[in-house]
């Protein structure tokens, strides 16, 4: 998912003991230099709520509003709805997770799945990341390669190599075609007449039960706006597929 991990916060979740947001973002000087420093002080704000739901994401606690201006501090208590914004969106794109509000009228929230998908994102007791967000983008590029996706393809698309740790998806070869096969989402097979043999992704029955292929186009246009003419077409094909086939 490298194109939602550049824009998120969490590639700035450096250490910011020596921050220079100490002092809180209305005690800066020159505007032309508050700036960049203010919007640098709410990524790393965001990237340290990140952490904290991830923590409830794993522990399946809810949470609410006032615990995470805990987390944010009282200095950004301002400034809290876009850091709550940076931060839900990290959540859902890089590691398939939404922060869904269940009581407005105390804020609380619960953190689950995208797309209604019942995998958890986490092969069970593993202590990792959630790993949804990567599924649904290769469930995306299956679509967008004509319901099968070469393997080579699939690996040079996701940014994930067989063979090399993720930081967040570990090593990709194991989840692609041993676990979410095993789980139902996927298909790994030999491309048919291929000599030598070449491998191929395909929906497995459970993503087909879970969601849909609107759903996850819809969700590969917020990964990749810049994609969204030829998504969309394909998301009405896939429309009149469905409805066809309903």
Not at 235 to 240: F, H, N
Request: with cysteine; aromatic share 8%.
């Amino acid at each position: 998912l490298p194109s939602a991990m550049a824009a998120s916060p969490w590639s700035l979740s450096e250490d910011s003991s020596s921050s220079p947001d100490e002092e809180g973002p209305g005690t800066w000087g020159e505007p032309e230099v508050a700036q960049p420093l203010l919007q640098a002080a709410l990524h790393r704000k965001a990237a340290d709520l990140v952490v904290f739901l991830l923590l409830k994401y794993r522990t399946q606690q809810p949470t609410s509003q006032a615990e995470m201006l805990e987390v944010v501090g009282n200095d950004y208590q301002d400034a809290f709805p876009v850091i709550f914004g940076q931060a839900s969106a990290c959540m859902r794109l890089a590691f398939g997770v939404d922060v869904k509000e269940v009581d407005p009228s105390d804020h609380s929230y619960v953190l689950v799945t995208v797309l209604g998908l019942t995998c958890g994102g986490m092969p069970s007791g593993e202590q990792g990341m959630p790993k949804t967000g990567l599924l649904v983008v290769l469930l995306g590029i299956i679509l967008l390669e004509g319901d099968s996706a070469p393997e080579e393809e699939v690996w040079e698309k996701l940014g994930v190599y067989p063979g090399k740790e993720h930081v967040i998806y570990g090593e990709p070869r194991e989840l692609l075609t041993n676990v979410w096969v095993q789980e139902g989402y996927l298909e790994y097979r030999q491309v048919p007449g291929s000599d030598p043999a070449r491998y191929e992704f395909l929906w497995g029955p459970r993503a087909y039960a879970e969601t849909s292929k609107l759903q996850v186009l819809e969700y590969m246009m917020q990964v990749n706006p810049g994609q969204q003419p030829s998504s969309l077409a394909l998301s009405e094909k896939a429309v009149s597929d469905e409805e066809e086939g309903a």
